[in-house]
């Protein structure tokens, strides 16, 4: 993995194309909530693609955009 353009945190893997790569949908919202300090206001124990759907969300980005509003 190699560092990503400014302003964005850290390295992140992509996929062949170049693409960020997605989040899992298997992935615990408490994980996303640790890593990215926020309180989705679920169980930790919620899988990602679940929140998503109950939210209406396309994606973690879309997710932690539409948090605060």
Do not use: I, Y
Not at 18 to 27: A, I
Request: charged fraction near 40%; charge should be negative.
């Amino acid at each position: 993995m190699t560092d990503d353009a400014p302003g964005m945190r850290g390295k992140r893997s992509r996929d062949d194309d170049g693409q960020l790569r997605r989040k899992r949908g298997d992935t615990h919202v408490g994980t996303v909530d640790q890593q990215h300090g926020v309180d989705f206001g679920v169980r930790s124990d919620m899988h990602l693609d679940t929140l998503l759907k109950r939210r209406g969300a396309e994606s973690l980005d879309d997710l932690l955009h539409h948090h605060d509003e």
